[in-house]
Structures are given as structure tokens and as C-alpha cells.
């Protein structure tokens, strides 16, 4: 079956840096756009980063020139590498696709948290 597993969250001080990793199982990985989500506690869900297939990656305002979303397509691995991290990216991060079907499917979600 379909698995999106996440790991890489923390506790990292203002201005630290945190990589997060989400390995897909059960899909053809190379084939789908792959997205980074967030959700602070009385806060919506943002969408904080998106890859496609080929690559190509965009961003949220919020976090443009300061995360970084990347592909393993061998490793079927997403990454988003986060740097000078602020309070306010406190949240828990989802990974995220939708397959050919549009059915959603969500990782179990990695806590990072933002505090000196």
C-alpha cells in the first residue's frame, strides 16, 4: 500500500537549520509532484513547498530563500532543507501527494519546533 514516512523534525534555536526527509513506498514516486505542508496550532494549513515530477520547485512566500524542496527520485526520497529558521515555522510538517486518481495521501507528520 501507499506509505509516505517523514523523520527529521526537532528542536533547533532561532536561526538553525533543519533537514526534513519523506521516503514514498507502494507508488511509482518518480512520477508524481511531491509537497511539503505545515500546520500550526490555531493556524491554517499552509502548503510551504512543492516539487514536480521533472523537478521543478515553488515556494511559499513565507519561506522563499530560506527552505529548499529537493528530489531522490532513486532514494524515493522528498526533502525540504530549512534554514535560518524563525518561531513562527513552529508547526507540524506533512508530506503530501495526490495520485492519478485524486485520492490524497498524507505522511504521519514530523513536529518541528522553533526555540531558544
Not at 77 to 100: R, S
Request: proline content about 3%; aromatic content about 14%.
Amino acid at each position: 500500500q501507499v506509505q509516505l514516512v517523514e523523520s527529521g523534525g526537532g528542536l533547533v534555536q532561532p536561526g538553525g537549520s533543519l533537514r526534513l526527509s519523506c521516503v514514498g513506498s507502494g507508488f511509482t514516486f518518480r512520477s508524481y509532484s511531491m509537497s511539503w505542508y505545515r500546520q500550526a496550532p490555531g493556524k491554517e494549513w499552509e502548503l510551504v513547498a512543492g516539487i514536480n515530477f521533472a523537478g521543478r520547485p515553488n515556494y511559499a512566500d513565507s519561506v522563499k530563500g530560506r527552505f529548499t524542496i529537493s528530489r531522490d527520485n532513486a532514494k524515493n526520497t522528498v526533502y525540504l532543507q530549512m534554514n535560518n529558521l524563525k518561531p513562527e515555522d513552529t508547526a507540524v510538517y506533512y508530506c503530501y501527494f495526490q495520485d492519478l486518481w485524486n485520492i490524497d495521501y498524507w505522511g504521519q507528520g514530523t513536529q518541528v519546533t522553533v526555540s531558544s
